[in-house]
């Protein structure tokens, strides 16, 4: 009988620790290629030693890089998150060329597609349909399409992507807060319904860490970023929170941080006033002390 109830207890504990296990969200983080000036190999080895779960790009232009790009994703076990956007001289252009280049990226069964969608001149319809083909595309391949806050873009602004997100139920964004920051020169503390409601409808992110004056400092780990650096983590972690109570099993985030021209320089050298790659991967060490 004791040895009974001993098995029926262990049996217990195993079945509450799977389940436990089933339930834990996973963070992947991912790597921007923005910037890389070597081979796809090369780069992928050194993205898969530094400790990152993939990469995050555009589709390359031409068939002989693209077979270099899979090839080394497979050589080096890393996953893939695609970038999309559109382009033309017209809307009618531009349509076309975003749904094209969107159903591109799909078929490559990325883990997620990251949008640049639309302009921050078109109307609201005309960038509603964009929003619209997209939900379709990401229906139609099963796979999650986001919406990056972005200048330029639909989403360049907190309240303007309020009205869209009040409108389209089905709408998931890609938070890159830092162009938010930039845009509306504050760290948005009088935005707080917008960022909460942002913040639910999250479903990538960029750990990218912007300020009232850019949307990139130049170091996040120097003491003078200590606060902005404290705040955007902050926004982080209540979407990591909200992926767990909905139960959801995985949350990708791209650290992108971008190279020299978007990393301030000094004047004249044009020399970055810090390492584009060190940054990067000082992030995902922060993330995966923080998230895993």
């Known amino acids: 009988m004791k040895y009974s109830f001993i098995i029926l207890l262990m049996l217990f504990l195993c079945m509450t620790s799977s389940a436990q296990n089933?339930?834990?969200?996973?963070?992947?983080?991912?790597?921007?290629?923005?910037?890389?000036?070597?081979?796809?190999?090369?780069?992928c080895a050194k993205v898969?030693?530094?400790?990152?779960?993939?990469?995050?790009?555009?589709?390359?232009?031409?068939?002989?890089?693209?077979?270099?790009?899979?090839?080394?994703?497979?050589k080096h076990d890393l996953s893939l998150g695609l970038l999309s956007g559109g382009g033309g001289r017209t809307?009618?252009?531009?349509?076309?060329?975003?749904?094209?280049?969107?159903?591109?990226?799909?078929?490559m069964k990325p883990d997620y597609v990251n949008c640049h969608t639309g302009?921050?001149?078109?109307?609201?319809?005309?960038?509603?349909?964009?929003?619209?083909?997209?939900?379709?595309?990401?229906?139609?391949?099963?796979?999650?399409?986001?919406?990056?806050?972005h200048r330029g873009r639909f989403s360049f602004a907190a309240h303007v992507t309020k009205t869209f997100l009040d409108q389209l139920p089905k709408l998931?964004?890609?938070l890159d807060i830092s162009h938010w920051c930039n845009v509306h020169e504050s760290l948005l503390s009088d935005q707080?319904?917008?960022?909460?409601?942002?913040?639910?409808?999250?479903?990538?992110?960029?750990?990218?860490?912007?300020?009232?004056?850019?949307p990139q400092v130049n170091d996040p780990m120097a003491p003078e970023w200590k606060s902005t650096l404290e705040q955007h983590l902050a926004w982080w972690d209540e979407v990591v929170r909200i992926h767990r109570e909905k139960g959801q099993k995985v949350l990708t985030i791209t650290t992108e941080f971008g190279p020299a021209g978007y990393l301030p320089t000094l004047p004249y050298t044009q020399?970055?006033?810090a390492s584009q790659w060190n940054i990067n991967v000082a992030m995902l060490k922060i993330l995966r002390a923080r998230y895993n």
């Open 22 to 43: 089933q339930d834990r969200l996973k963070v992947k983080i991912y790597c921007t290629n923005w910037g890389m000036a070597e081979p796809w190999d090369s780069f």
């Open 48 to 74: 898969k030693d530094a400790g990152f779960d993939g990469i995050e790009t555009w589709l390359p232009g031409s068939e002989s890089e693209l077979r270099d790009m899979k090839a080394a994703l497979k």
């Open 91 to 107: 809307y009618s252009e531009y349509l076309v060329s975003f749904s094209k280049n969107l159903e591109t990226a799909l078929a």
């Open 119 to 149: 302009k921050d001149y078109y109307t609201f319809e005309e960038n509603k349909k964009l929003i619209d083909e997209a939900t379709k595309l990401s229906e139609k391949y099963d796979l999650p399409v986001y919406h990056e806050t």
């Open 172 to 174: 998931r964004l890609a």
């Open 192 to 214: 707080k319904e917008t960022m909460e409601q942002a913040l639910q409808r999250t479903g990538h992110i960029h750990a990218r860490v912007g300020h009232p004056q850019g």
């Open 271 to 273: 020399q970055p006033v």
